[in-house]
């Protein structure tokens, strides 16, 4: 008998969340342990450009971000909450392509264990998923930067895909709605602040 492939599942934890790749079988929320989520990947080619880039989110080794967060204000959270997406084996080389792709800019794929809560009780939902990671040494790679720069930064950039204060308001109101227990301070600072940004230029016309 001939070896059975694993089954392909992709751990989305920024635009897959509410953009989720093509062929998915089904899909379940749950969380990685270790890492952050930080807006610490420039982006030329969707919410920004070359000559203004954006910024986007990107999945980093926590011990990694240590040596970056000095202007990070939650340097005590490690999880991140997010979706594993099954894909039809039958597309599975459609769909890598596609994520390839999609995720040029300064990705790498890893595997990691995604874990869940039921019932108050912490266990491994799918093991081995794969995810891209942004890691420090890719170009794009922008490190930590003070929120209120960040914030500046996010609201006023546009690209091919949008506006980059749209991608951050799509995704924090998707990470909302994954599980009860699902948070990212970060992420929800930074909605707050562009907010309070939209707010002012709305008075000022």
């Not at 991140?80 to 084996?89: E, K, L």
Request: aromatic share 12%; with cysteine.
């Amino acid at each position: 008998m001939g070896s059975i492939n694993p089954t392909f599942v992709v751990f989305g934890y920024g635009s897959l969340i509410f953009k989720p790749p093509p062929h998915v079988q089904s899909q379940t929320s749950g969380f990685l342990k270790g890492y952050v989520r930080r807006f610490a990947q420039e982006s030329h080619d969707h919410r920004g450009t070359p000559e203004n880039p954006g910024r986007v989110v990107t999945l980093i080794h926590k011990e990694d971000w240590d040596r970056f967060s000095g202007s990070d204000a939650f340097p005590d959270e490690d999880i991140v909450w997010g979706i594993a997406y099954t894909i039809d084996p039958a597309y599975e080389a459609e769909v890598r392509d596609y994520l390839d792709y999609r995720e040029k800019d300064g990705y790498t794929m890893e595997t990691m264990h995604v874990y869940t809560i039921e019932n108050g009780i912490e266990s491994i939902a799918i093991q081995d998923a794969f995810c891209y990671v942004g890691r420090p040494d890719n170009p794009s790679f922008i490190g930590s930067e003070p929120l209120e720069d960040l914030a500046q930064r996010i609201w006023a950039s546009v690209g091919p895909s949008g506006q980059n204060k749209e991608y951050l308001y799509r995704l924090a109101e998707s990470v909302r709605q994954l599980a009860p227990a699902s948070y990212d301070s970060h992420l929800f600072a930074l909605e707050e602040r562009l907010r309070e940004l939209d707010k002012s230029a709305s008075e000022d016309h």
